[in-house]
């Protein structure tokens, strides 16, 4: 740390353009470790069981018990000022909260239930729990190892057929163990609805505070579910857009921290940050490629905005567009082949398909009104935007441009970006005159419409994928 | 302070002098002596050649800013008249550099919103450049929706917020 101050004013004196582009952001946060799975108590190494769910009534009356963690010893560990038994009703309690928040079951958590020793977390005492009404039964336990790393095991009982229907544990840092609970939160989930994961994801977003002609737009992160919630930038200048790169390593997003708005790579780990592109002229609506090789961006020359992409490693970039239009954004295919963006070469704004060199470009919506910010599904089924009909409602269309579904009835709903496992959609709402905005998630259904709770007002949302 | 002052005799005549290009006087005129009666009258300080009040006082705060129909971004009638009297001014004051800031209203996709203000910004600088004034002297930056001047969520304040405005860089 003395270092670091020591070492600042040289950085000024020897490279003032770097220590400028510099000046909005805080200190950098270093990155994640990693999360290692490892084998369970009570695994017979016959991998886990896949019994049939013996429940088939609609998921969201599906009751799950979910009681506190069990420890094998009450240690301090630096996850929990309480030790491992207070950690494992927190570890409990998250798992609780995410599947009760996603409309998706009826969780009860760990508060009104009886905590189970640590030796019936691989043999249930089913009586104990057969008088409570739930159909499915977690268990779990927590164990500090030596090295203050903490192993998390997490079981999925069904209480009818009185069986385990999935296990697995996890090692992780004590910095980390809610990276446990969304785990076991993501095999809850994964085995009782048939979908990929998606709660061991991040959220890079847009936090907003001040009056509406005088915003202050600070780039934050938090966990899928708001915790481990961290500002970026100070809020000097405005920052908009950002989009976490498929690894988590770097972020791209627009700042005004020169005065012009321009496209930043913003490097996690060392907390540094670069042009995406040395160019005079303002960039906007930065993109990475699913394989991570790419950025997306657009770039306004003479005040005609085309889209480029340039190589993740820099480089010459690469004009994909070149009409006298605008055309701005770009959504990858999940396989990288094509890329949907928005133009309004039309005459409005309308959404496009190309292939991933710019060839092959052809109008994708035709449905009334105006449609932009395309998303396409990581699963590569629908492509989530933005329609613009009187209100702004987030829609979701077939990749061919058919089968137009209109998802939420907010006044002004924009920017939609997907859950990892494309199966819920993250937007931001603008309330009409004050124009607080809020981050919101709805379901492919449209019926499970929820606020993601943030420090302040806030929006740009970008989910990221399954955390490495 | 010198040219301050001298700036500010010049500025009492600013535009009816539009074509003169008279030189500031090298010396000020020795100041005026001190009398009982009656008190003198302070000297006339107005604001600096190329300031934003100067540019105001000049060509009127209306003219500064010119308007747009939503998605658009031509120059219509009324905005060639107020672009032609900034050029008057920028042509009289041809050391002054200046901003184009292109804004839009709240009811449209942020990055769409800043390529729609990029458009807006470079239509009124075009027009300029059209009008004789060199590239080299205007910026042009977008802010898209994030600076609304109008705070409602109605037309009335959208048309405000549809705009380029003119600001001198001191």
Known sequence: ?468 | MNTRIATAVMLTSALALAACQKKAPEELPPAPEATAAPAPTPTPTGPAVGSMEHFIEAVGRANTVVYFDTDRYNIDAEDSAKLQTQAQYFSQYSNVTFTIEGHTDERGTREYNLALGERRANAAKNYLVSLGIPASRIRTVSYGKERPVALGSNEAAWAQNRRAATVTIN
């Open chain 1, 1 to 468: 740390m003395k270092f670091l101050i020591a070492l600042t004013p040289l950085i000024a004196l020897v490279a003032a353009p770097v220590a400028a582009q510099n000046q909005d952001l805080g200190e950098p946060m270093g990155e994640g470790q990693e999360v290692e799975a490892v084998a369970v108590e009570g695994d017979d190494g016959d991998g886990p069981l896949r019994g049939t769910v013996s429940d088939d009534s609609s998921l969201d009356d599906l009751g799950i018990a979910i009681p506190a963690f069990a420890t094998d010893r009450n240690v301090s560990t630096p996850a929990n000022a309480n030790g491992t038994a207070a950690l494992g009703e927190e570890l409990a309690r998250v798992i609780t909260a995410n599947l009760r928040n996603n409309g998706l079951f009826k969780p009860t958590g760990p508060d009104s239930l009886p905590k189970p020793e640590f030796a019936n977390i691989t043999s249930p005492v089913w009586s104990t729990w057969g008088v409570r009404g739930a159909e499915m039964l977690v268990h779990g336990y927590v164990r500090a190892r030596s090295d203050d790393r903490l192993t998390v095991g997490c079981y999925l009982y069904d209480m009818a057929l009185q069986q385990r229907l999935v296990a697995e544990g996890w090692v992780v840092s004590p910095a980390d163990w809610r990276r446990a609970a969304h785990k076991c939160s993501d095999l809850i989930y994964a085995r009782l609805t048939g979908e990929s994961p998606f709660f061991d994801s991040r959220i890079a977003y847009i936090a907003e505070t001040g009056p509406k002609d005088k915003r202050t737009k600070r780039l934050a992160i938090m966990d899928s579910d708001g915790a481990n919630h961290r500002f970026i930038t100070t809020g000097r200048s405005t920052a908009l857009t950002p989009r976490y790169s498929p690894d988590y390593k770097q972020l791209v997003y627009l700042s005004y921290v020169d005065g012009n708005p321009r496209i930043y790579v913003y490097d996690i780990g060392t907390g540094r940050q670069t042009l995406v592109t040395q160019s005079d002229n303002p960039t906007f609506a930065p993109r990475w490629s699913p394989d991570g090789r790419w950025i997306l961006y657009s770039m306004a020359v003479g005040g005609n905005t085309d889209i480029y992409r340039v190589s993740a490693q820099g480089g010459r970039s690469e004009r994909l567009t070149d009409t006298p239009g605008i055309d701005i954004g770009g959504s990858y295919s999940p396989d990288g082949s094509r890329i949907v963006f928005e133009s309004d070469r039309s005459g409005s704004q309308q959404i496009y398909i190309m292939d991933a060199d710019g060839s092959n470009q052809r109008r994708l919506t035709f449905f009334g009104g105006r449609s932009a910010t395309p998303e396409w599904s990581p699963r590569g089924d629908q492509i989530a935007f933005t329609h613009i009909a009187g209100d702004f409602n987030i829609a979701v269309m077939n990749p061919n441009g058919r089968g137009l579904r209109k998802l939420t009835n907010g006044w002004q709903d924009e920017a939609p970006t997907w859950a990892p496992n494309g199966r819920i959609i993250q937007f931001f709402r603008t309330a009409r005159n004050t124009g607080a905005t809020s981050l919101w998630q709805v379901d492919l259904t449209g019926e499970n419409e929820r606020r993601l709770p943030t420090p302040v007002d806030a929006s740009d949302p970008a989910w990221g994928p399954i955390l490495p």
